[in-house]
């Protein structure tokens, strides 16, 4: 929402008459349903009045904002990425202390007649489990603040004291928030990929265990 704070509104005889005009105009505002289709109608505004006339709208007079807030999303796209690559180091750590403490119940197993496959695939699902599980529980707390986002923005503002967006320094003066499905999509994708990844090495060094080896002491 941009802030009507630091837009002045005159009549249109006052402006003419302070900029020395006469009766002149230097451009027509036209409002769209649809803000989205305002690239096609400028077009059908320049075919219709032709030469000199020309139009922008308003995604070409916010250009730079719109740059700096894609550049904010990949780099977001980035962090998040390595937060789950931080979480999935976490993954592989559990896996490998669960694999050095279960070494004598897989040796068991294995000297049972359990594959080396069967066993890659145990450790494999549980930490896919695990991937699965914070995917979930971490979109869902994602969702419940992004559809909240105005209550938590409000709650922290009365809280601390402070204006997070000022109207007075920025050109909004509340969170915009839009769930986009492909985004979230990519990003639980992607994390459940990494989860998955996570697992591999952990699950193949519980498959290569050998059984004679680990029981050899016990």
């Known amino acids: ?116 496959m069967g066993i890659l695939k145990i450790f494999i699902i549980e930490g896919g489990v695990i991937g699965l599980v914070g995917t979930a529980l971490g979109t869902i707390v994602g969702l419940a603040m992004a559809f909240n986002l105005d209550k938590i923005v409000a709650f922290l503002e009365n809280l601390f004291g402070f204006k997070i967006l000022s109207p007075d320094v920025y050109y909004i003066e509340k969170f915009p928030s839009q769930v986009n499905p492909l985004d979230i999509a990519l990003i639980v994708a992607t994390a459940i990929l990494i989860s998955l990844l996570a697992t591999l090495y952990p699950s193949w060094r519980a498959s290569k265990l050998d059984p004679a080896e680990a029981l050899r002491y016990e």
């Open 1 to 116: 929402m941009i802030s009507t704070r630091s837009l002045p509104y005159i009549s249109i005889d006052s402006a003419q008459k302070f900029l020395n005009m006469d009766s002149r105009v230097t451009g027509i505002e036209v409002k769209s349903d649809n803000i989205y289709q305002v690239k096609e109608i400028g077009r059908e505004i320049r075919k219709k009045l032709g030469f000199p006339f020309w139009t922008k709208d308003w995604i070409e007079m916010n250009r730079n904002l719109f740059s700096a807030l894609k550049l904010e999303k990949i780099a977001m796209f980035i962090l998040l990425v390595l937060i789950v690559l931080v979480a999935a180091f976490n993954i592989i750590s559990t896996l490998i202390m669960v694999v050095m403490e279960k070494h004598k119940d897989i040796a068991i197993l294995k000297s049972m007649g359990a594959s080396s």
